[in-house]
């Protein structure tokens, strides 16, 4: 199986121990989700985290792709940031094109000190191509430590 992994840093906040993460996007997705590893498990606040999404890649991520994540509170948007996808890999400031072979990119980050601790937040992030058509969706509950 080809294999995918992309994330910004704010994706890296959506991994937690008892999250509970789904796809929220549809069959036409350029990825199928298949899982999420991090370190650690879970993440805590002003330390960093290592985060990588795996999946089926149906069509190479070129650059102009970008990842909107959001994040809410009882219904209040407390976070909403669009940034550009392949700026924000390891690997390089711009691994991009990813293609369809490509077996795993990871993003560390530093999970900001102005997160709230031990407050579940509900997190969606979308990822897109330059051309608009949907790269992946997931949501789901995180709660840091």
């Given at each position: 199986m080809k294999v995918f992994a992309t994330v910004s840093a704010?994706?890296?906040?959506?991994?937690?121990?008892s999250?509970?993460?789904?796809?929220c996007g549809s069959a036409s997705d350029s990825l199928?989700?298949?899982g999420i590893t991090y370190t650690p498990n879970p993440p805590k606040?002003?330390?960093?985290?290592?985060?990588?999404?795996k999946g089926t890649l149906k069509k190479e991520v070129a650059q102009g792709a970008t990842i909107r994540t959001t994040a809410t509170f009882w219904g209040i948007?407390?976070?909403?940031?669009?940034?550009?996808?392949?700026?924000?890999?390891?690997?390089?400031?711009?691994?991009?094109?990813i293609t369809t072979s490509v077996s795993s990119v990871?993003?560390?980050?530093?999970?900001?000190?102005?997160?709230?601790?031990?407050?579940?937040?509900?997190?969606?992030?979308?990822?897109?191509?330059g051309?608009?058509?949907q790269i992946f969706c997931i949501s789901g509950p995180l709660t840091f430590q």
């Open positions: 704010v994706l890296a906040l959506a991994a937690s121990a999250a509970a993460f789904s796809s199928t989700l298949s606040v002003g330390q960093n985290v290592c985060i990588t999404l948007n407390v976070y909403d940031s669009t940034s550009d996808l392949c700026a924000g890999l390891v690997g390089g400031a711009n691994p991009c094109p990871t993003q560390c980050i530093s999970v900001p000190s102005n997160v709230p601790a031990n407050v579940q937040l509900n997190i969606k992030a979308v990822a897109k191509h051309d608009g058509s």
